[in-house]
């Protein structure tokens, strides 16, 4: 069996989708469904049970599952503005520690989701060298979130057992439910829809025009075929970026758009909340060689490929889901 935690969420239900394209339907999907529409990503999937991850957790530190193969643990609050900063260090850190600490004593395949986000303003630059994640200093609470628990994984040498994945920014079908942590494309598709143009915050950086800031932009797809990857390498272990190694600016990602629909390019700038300007990331591109020298050899699609086929296959004329 392999469990996916975040299995409803979206990339946990983007892997689940690829599991089952594999001919895998022995999966338990652990999540916090609530109220939202996170529902509807694994509606058609093929898998064994659904769990709450509170139940989950009880279940499997009292040893109630009996065959285990892998854990993909991407399950977290992925929410960059959160204030619950007890929130998400229960959620976020200590919850993947107990899964680790489980997984890592049954020998069981552990790989779970870290962020671009533990990088920072980028001042270390984003190598994912183990030394330099140890320098690392996030903007916000998500960041050093998901950093405190490489550190533990780091300081302990958990991370010679496990696979941790820094997923840069990650946009594709199952998002739909994020809100405002949803992907530019997935929101600027529906502005496009109703006011026929595209709204990108205004610099306040003096060395990026506006809409020139950039960062690097990874299609679900891609995700899917690294994460399948490292599920068959057991043997490849540490900590990895995932990203397709190229910094494109919010403009190009505006024009991908515009060409995906056959659209002249309509862009308003506008003014960024106040709240996170402090704490914008204006520079992000993942470094990609430790990957590459691990023996992943996948390419990754173009942003323009990548957005014309989440355009024209899953967002228009109606949405659909992978």
Same mark, same amino acid.
């Given at each position: 069996?392999? /469990? ?8 946990? *239900? ?9 001919? /895998? ?52 609050? *992925? *929410? ?76 302990? *040498? ?39 143009? /595209? ?124």
């Amino acid at each position: 069996m392999i /469990i996916v935690t975040g299995g409803a969420g979206f990339i946990g *239900s983007a892997f689940v989708a690829k599991l089952n394209a594999m001919n /895998i339907s022995d999966i338990l999907i652990v999540d916090e469904l609530g109220t939202s529409d996170k529902w509807k990503n694994i509606l058609g999937k093929k898998f064994q049970d659904y769990l709450h991850k509170k139940d989950f957790l009880e279940k499997l530190l009292a040893n109630k599952f009996s065959k285990v193969d892998a854990v993909i643990h991407m399950g977290a609050n *992925s *929410s960059t503005t959160e204030k619950d900063v007890e929130h998400l260090m229960e959620n976020n850190y200590r919850y993947t520690r107990r899964l680790a600490e489980w997984s890592v004593k049954k020998k069981v395949r552990f790989i779970y989701a870290s962020s671009g986000a533990t990088y920072g303003s980028g001042e270390k630059g984003f190598s994912d060298d183990d030394a330099v994640t140890r320098e690392l200093v996030p903007l916000n609470a998500y960041g050093y979130s998901k950093q405190i628990f490489d550190l533990w994984a780091l300081q302990h *040498s958990v991370i010679k057992k496990i696979a941790g994945i820094k997923f840069f920014n990650v946009f594709g079908p199952n998002e739909y439910h994020k809100g405002e942590m949803k992907s530019l494309i997935c929101k600027a598709y529906y502005q496009i829809q109703n006011h026929g143009e /595209i709204r990108l915050f205004k610099s306040y950086n003096p060395e990026y025009a506006d809409g020139e800031f950039v960062r690097d932009f990874v299609y679900i797809k891609d995700c899917n075929e690294v994460l399948w990857w490292l599920l068959n390498k057991p043997a490849v272990n540490g900590i990895f970026n995932l990203g397709t190694g190229k910094a494109r600016s919010w403009n190009d990602l505006a024009k991908a758009i515009f060409a995906a629909l056959e659209l002249k390019p309509n862009i308003e700038y506008i003014d960024m909340p106040e709240d996170i300007r402090k704490a914008y990331q204006y520079y992000t591109k993942a470094a990609t060689e430790k990957l590459r020298a691990a023996g992943c050899t996948h390419e990754f699609q173009s942003l323009e490929d990548s957005v014309k086929d989440y355009v024209q296959q899953y967002l228009h004329p109606t949405l659909r889901y992978l």
